[in-house]
């Protein structure tokens, strides 16, 4: 089974732009995520894949991989879908380009899902972070999950879901953006068209399960530092020097 690692990397962002270029302890953001990706050593190959010339020269001149991409996207996993169509891959694990703290522990969950399932029911795999704090909970930002009892996802919304009838029996959990794709799922994921539910909520993990692909959720305590904003970015400096 060949197992590969995905960063998709947009040079834009409307919230803080050319964040994947800013510096992060005396190195670019994006450059600090495929290194903390690449020492996980739970991958064969690991890419950044990008539309800027900017990110792609970054990451080459700095002995990493890089593929450029052809097109437009909207999103990141149509971005990783056409640069693995013609790759000979098993499994392939979208990193998010804006964590540079990516730990080894959930990323190898969720590869383990996929040794395991022998009758390859799984199409996709993901991440869930139980949430206590009702400032969080209510916050659109953060996506919600729920399951059926083996874990698959039954549904994702901003929306706090379930809803709290018996407050004493909900539970809530935000989904992580990490995931980990069967290449099939992958491909036929983008070719699928976006639905009222997905263009509603503008979650794009909705088609999944409009159209029938298994999201099997796994829970983590380690949650990724993701940099949104130059107040994360400056959290982020402080960690880096805190570990010196």
């Known amino acids: 089974m060949k197992i590969i690692a995905m960063i998709p990397a947009r040079y834009e962002a409307s919230r ?5 270029m800013k510096d992060l302890a005396g190195k670019t953001v994006i ?14 190959e690991v890419f950044v894949v990008t539309d800027s010339d900017i990110i792609f020269n970054e990451i080459i001149s700095n002995g990493g991989k890089a593929i450029k991409s052809k097109k ?23 990193v998010q ?23 390859q029911l799984i199409d996709i795999a ?22 059926d009892e083996n874990d698959f996802a039954l549904y994702f919304s901003r929306s706090p879901i379930p809803y709290p009838r018996d407050a004493s029996k909900a539970k809530y959990f935000k989904h992580i953006g990490i ?18 539910l997905e263009a ?9 399960l409009a ?15 993701g940099i949104d904003t130059p107040e994360d970015l400056e959290k982020a400096n402080a960690i880096f020097k805190m570990k010196k």
Request: charged share 30%; aromatic share 8%.
């Open 126 to 147: 993901s991440l869930k972070f139980k949430m206590e704090d009702a400032e969080e909970i209510n916050n659109p930002n953060n996506v919600k999950v729920v399951t």
């Open 211 to 225: 159209h029938g692909l298994r999201v099997k959720m796994l829970e983590t305590n380690e949650i990724a530092i």
């Open 16 to 20: 803080f732009p050319g964040k994947l």
């Open 31 to 44: 450059l600090r995520t495929y290194e903390a990706t690449k020492q996980s050593n739970l991958f064969d």
């Open 97 to 119: 380009g804006d964590e540079p703290f990516t730990k080894t522990e959930p990323l190898s969950k969720l590869l383990q899902v996929f040794k395991n399932d022998e009758k």
């Open 200 to 208: 509603a909520e503008k979650l794009e993990n909705l088609r999944f």
């Open 72 to 94: 437009q996207h909207e999103s990141g996993s149509d971005r990783i879908a056409e640069a693995i169509e013609n790759l000979a891959v098993d499994i392939v694990v979208n």
């Open 179 to 196: 995931y980990a794709f069967r290449k099939e799922a992958l491909l036929k994921f983008t070719k699928l068209p976006i639905n009222e």
